[in-house]
């Protein structure tokens, strides 16, 4: 049988739960709910201050108005902000008509706290999302998360791998460049689309989620070459001088290797075939530039053994140098990197080899296995 105290202790846990639950939806009761505890704390802050000045500095008052910053929106920040000046104030003109001495720190201090007040209501009201500054953060984590956990490649069959690696411009957390993938249900065909959205770090992966659900909603719906001029007609559609976006589509037969890819605008994939990296043949325009985006696919097979990298145009651009020579950096990176340790972690290790820039940078690997009975022999 549970104990008194452990089912005091969780109906206190479950009722916590429920207010920090309340407080993520960003509801209105939550944050009257915040604002009344806060309210409370300052309250008393203040009571104590009148008692006893050293007790409660006005350093105290601080902590409840970082506080309401965190967790507050502006409207009951601002009731909040201003309970703590009038009462910070006029505790310590209290203090300065009676028989207390108003020193010089604590002025300075009353001062220091009207300025802190008017910078938090400022950057408060700057918040665009109009949530509070920790919720408008956790609304931004999962937004990323989301858009990494919709570029997972699904489990493959036996004899293949697939295999990639991301990195954000100036290493924020939120990037432009993403991949969605899709395995169909008898797991035969898949499809990848890698894309970079333009701009880098928050502002091209707001639009990259975006452009992300619209494709992924595409992806195995309709044939890869009206996904492209779907794509394309989605970015021409919006209201932006700049949506567009580079992306390169696979379309691989794991039952025989037979592959189809179409570029549009990207830099152009990596074939390892042979033992060797090859530059592959496939172009086209950029999307959402054009009303009609020109697309020249190429076709091939991939024999147990090969294997096809994407990337994007943040690993091979170089200020001041040619792209195609950056391409060409890549492929001896490639071919050096697989010579010494294999496939295995390539991408990782090409993303080492990057000089950090100012743009987004992602590479993947898929790979058909060798044949044991080969590898045996």
Known sequence: MTSRPARAWTVVARHVQDRVDGWRSGS?????????????????TLAVQTLSYGVAPVGVVFVWLLAGMLLLRYRPLLLLVSWALVGTIGVAVSDALGPGELESSRISATVSLVVASAL??????RQRSGLPTLLGETVLSDLRDRLQRQGTVPPLPEGWRSESAMLAADSVGYAG?????????????LEMILVDVVGKGVAAGTAALQFAGALGGLLGAVPPGRLMEAANDFLLRQESDEAFATAVHVVVELRTGAYEVLSAGHPPV???EGGSWRVDTARGTALGVTAQAEVEP???RLCPGDALMFY?????ERPGEDIDDGVEWLRTTASDLTAS???DGLPRRVLRRVSRGDDDRAVLVLHRLPDPAQISR
């Open 120 to 125: 938090v209501l400022l950057q408060s009201s």
């Open 298 to 300: 190429s076709r091939g």
């Open 177 to 189: 460049d993403f991949l969605v993938a899709r395995l169909d249900e008898q797991a035969h065909r």
């Open 28 to 44: 209105p009761a939550s944050q009257r709910y915040v604002a009344v505890v806060l309210l409370g704390l300052l309250t008393a």
């Open 270 to 272: 990596l074939r390892r």
């Open 341 to 343: 340790s294999g496939l």
């Open 312 to 316: 994007t145009d943040g690993v091979v």
